[in-house]
């Protein structure tokens, strides 16, 4: 295997000795330059005024994501036990979710019980590490007591955002996020409800990941 | 699923041509994807700057490919991951079964990858006793009928929705239904069991991130989060040239793709994988290994066509493509159509076994036009279109006429009487303003479309009277 690796890292170098690979204009060639710099999108959007909660409830809206904005941590709390009372839960650590929302979700299934469990849960409960208010998406870093499977495996999806969650674009994630970023496994950045359009471009949500996803927005 | 060159395209073109189906299938789509796409072009301020800036850092990875690779591998094996290369398909198949062999993996739950159809993996596999099951929808249909996939994006756009529920009720014994949302529901209630029983998830990589060793894939299923969650080995299988080199340059490109491909802003799951699970995290996989393919690529990085490398697979040269659009991607003879395949193609099988598809284009420039990575299609296809004529030996005849011509186009009174006497043989033959027949040797050029009659008076009579008019006035 090692051969291989050697075998090709000589033909790229001399490949790349007779290669025809278009001279980069000036606009790309500073673009490439700055590009660890905050992205011009975040910046678009801070000049617009539009406040990111706006804009995110509107863009997860248009996704087909059902939101409800709360003012108080009381009122997200409140939210929460309303929309899972009665139905089988999967949740995040308790300690991981905001407005002490562990409390409503006492009883619920962790995500280190076993799987085929888990797969039978109503709806998955998380909190998010980024709500991104250009694309209307959450972002969720893996780690201890912020299983994957919880946004994944059952039908139904609740996050509970903060107002301080958010952010303008994943370009401001990556770069606020950098260091719990490095750290983890894995992060994954959910817009809309899954869905598919395989067949004929028919529209058509919740083919393996849930179909239905709700965010709680609180104070 | 092996690359079908029989027939060449010519014929594997008429054939589709012919098709009804195929032409249903084909008009429902690709229209349709072209236009989401432009809207959703136009929900991006500054969408060509962004193009710009990620041609550039396309273009900048390949100048430095090999720093690229040894600077990525460094950083995946700083996360965790275990790294291995292959020089060609054959031997990406034999590294991945080998890792199925020694961890025990019995089945195996793929998530859509184009480079494991270019590698023919299911079948090697197989082979080895290890069950695969695809799990996107689409191709886990192409699967069931053992078909092959016909678009980059939608392996089933030539499939209507009627011959999905047939292929589904004969497969998996279930009712017959053609509504979308019972179909899927089917293949979610089959395929459920399968992520939870596979033990290796297998993915492709939409981008590998030079700087830290990120691994990106995207999905709107959720198949991709499946596959690289719950079996405890991930392989990812990806080109070489899939690499851009920060993160920046990431979130430029899923501002691209996604706009580009289905014309969404974002792909509904976006999962970048740093390694194989942490100390405390609940699932992820105990192995992550990553298998850097070349099969042909170094080989189109010696040359004129070293761009194509740049390819995101968005398939939005597909959809705009007037060739494509008519016969659809089976005709192009192998895993990648369209305009990308026709120069792909040729690239990783040999150019003598596909010669034929470069000349599978108008050189309309609508492949260039909707490229995010801006690539010259259109040159790429002349260059190779050169290259196959510079290699195979033309019939005589030709080589005389094309000499012929070159006498007469060079002499200017010489090429006017010419032209004046073929404008008048051909205006005699035009039926309403075309000509459905030509005669001699140009028959060949009419067996295809029909030629418009010339004018009846040229443009160079035009201009100049036009220019005299203008002078008197």
């Given at each position: 295997m090692s051969d291989a690796?050697?075998?090709?890292?000589?033909?790229?170098?001399?490949?790349?000795?007779?290669?025809?690979?278009?001279?980069?204009?000036?606009?790309?060639?500073r673009a490439f330059q700055a590009s660890d710099q905050r992205d011009a999108g975040a910046r678009a959007f801070q000049a617009s005024g539009v406040p990111l909660a706006d804009r995110f409830v509107l863009e997860a809206r248009a996704l087909g994501v059902e939101v409800f904005v709360e003012s108080t941590p009381e009122a997200a709390r409140d939210r929460?036990?309303?929309?899972?009372?009665?139905?089988?839960?999967?949740?995040?650590?308790?300690?991981?979710?905001?407005?002490?929302?562990?409390?409503?979700?006492?009883?619920?299934?962790?995500?280190?019980?076993?799987?085929?469990?888990?797969?039978?849960?109503?709806?998955?409960?998380?909190?998010?590490?980024?709500?991104?208010?250009?694309?209307?998406?959450?972002?969720?870093?893996?780690?201890?007591?912020?299983?994957?499977?919880?946004?994944?495996l059952p039908p139904w999806h609740i996050a509970v955002v903060r107002h301080e969650d958010l952010l303008a674009t994943m370009g401001d994630f990556f770069l606020s996020r950098h260091d719990a970023m490095a750290r983890a496994a894995n992060c994954t950045f959910v817009t809309g409800p899954s869905r598919t359009a395989d067949i004929e471009l028919s529209l058509t949500v919740g083919v393996h990941g849930p179909g239905k996803v709700t965010v709680v927005l609180g104070p | 699923m092996s690359s079908d060159a029989s027939g060449g395209f010519a014929q594997r073109a008429h054939d589709a041509l012919g098709n009804r189906q195929l032409h249903i299938a084909l008009d429902r789509t690709t229209a349709q994807l072209g236009m989401r796409r432009s809207t959703a072009v136009a929900s991006l301020d500054n969408f060509d700057g962004v193009r710009d800036q990620a041609r550039a850092a396309k273009m900048q990875v390949l100048r430095t490919l090999g720093d690229s690779l040894r600077r990525f591998e460094e950083q995946l094996i700083a996360n965790g991951a275990h790294v291995h290369w292959a020089d060609t398909g054959a031997d990406a198949n034999r590294i991945i079964v080998e890792i199925a062999t020694r961890t025990g993996v019995r089945r195996?739950?793929?998530?859509?990858?184009?480079?494991?159809?270019?590698?023919?993996?299911?079948?090697?596999?197989?082979?080895?006793?290890?069950?695969?099951?695809?799990?996107?929808?689409?191709?886990y249909i192409v699967q069931l009928a053992n078909d092959r996939p016909s678009h980059i994006i939608a392996p089933i756009v030539h499939m209507t929705r009627e011959q999905v529920g047939r292929v589904m009720h004969d497969r998996l014994a279930v009712p017959y239904s053609d509504d979308t949302q019972t179909l899927a529901r089917y293949a979610r209630e089959r395929l459920r069991e399968e992520f939870l029983q596979a033990d290796m998830g297998l993915s492709g990589a939409n981008f590998g991130v030079v700087e830290n060793g990120?691994?990106?894939?995207?999905?709107?299923?959720g198949n991709g989060r499946m596959v690289t969650t719950l079996p405890r080995v991930h392989v990812a299988l990806m080109g070489i040239e899939k690499l851009v080199p920060t993160m920046a340059d990431l979130d430029r490109f899923l501002k691209l793709l996604a706009r580009s491909a289905t014309g969404q802003k974002l792909t509904v799951y976006t999962t970048l994988i740093r390694g194989p699970r942490r100390a405390g995290d609940e699932c992820g996989p105990e192995?992550?290994?990553?298998?850097?393919?070349?099969?042909?690529?170094?080989?189109?990085?010696?040359?004129?066509?070293?761009?194509?490398?740049?390819?995101?697979?968005?398939?939005?040269?597909?959809?705009?493509?007037?060739?494509?659009?008519?016969?659809?991607?089976?005709?192009?003879?192998d895993v990648y159509p369209g305009p990308v395949g026709a120069i792909v193609t040729p690239g990783l099988r040999g150019l003598d076994r596909f010669a034929e598809l470069p000349g599978?284009?108008?050189?309309?420039?609508?492949c260039r036009d909707v490229c995010p990575v801006r690539l010259d299609i259109p040159r790429m296809l002349l260059a190779l279109r050169h290259q196959a004529v510079e290699r195979t030996p033309q019939p005589f005849a030709l080589r005389a006429g094309l000499k012929m011509f070159a006498r007469v186009a060079t002499r200017p009174r010489l090429y006017r009487a010419a032209t004046a006497l073929v404008r008048r043989a051909l205006r005699a033959r035009a039926r309403n303003g075309w000509i459905a027949k030509a005669p001699g040797m140009a028959s060949g050029w009419t067996a295809f479309r029909d030629l418009r009659a010339p004018a009846a008076r040229t443009f160079e009579q035009q201009w100049r009277e036009r220019q005299a008019s203008r002078h008197r006035g």
């Open positions: 690796r050697a075998v090709i890292l000589d033909r790229i170098e001399r490949a790349l000795r007779t290669a025809r690979i278009p001279a980069v204009g000036d606009a790309g060639a929460l036990r309303t929309l899972v009372a009665g139905l089988r839960v999967l949740s995040w650590n308790r300690d991981r979710l905001p407005y002490d929302c562990g409390a409503v979700v006492g009883e619920a299934l962790p995500g280190s019980a076993p799987r085929e469990e888990q797969a039978h849960a109503d709806v998955g409960v998380t909190a998010c590490h980024g709500a991104i208010a250009e694309t209307g998406s959450l972002a969720l870093i893996s780690g201890p007591g912020c299983s994957r499977t919880v946004s994944l | 195996v739950a793929k998530s859509k990858s184009m480079v494991s159809e270019e590698t023919h993996l299911n079948g090697a596999l197989e082979k080895a006793g290890i069950a695969v099951i695809e799990t996107d929808l689409g191709e990120t691994i990106c894939l995207v999905t709107n299923e192995e992550l290994h990553v298998v850097l393919l070349d099969n042909g690529r170094t080989n189109m990085l010696a040359g004129e066509t070293a761009e194509i490398l740049g390819c995101i697979r968005c398939g939005a040269c597909l959809n705009a493509c007037p060739v494509y659009r008519s016969v659809g991607g089976h005709a192009y003879g599978a284009s108008s050189l309309c420039g609508a």
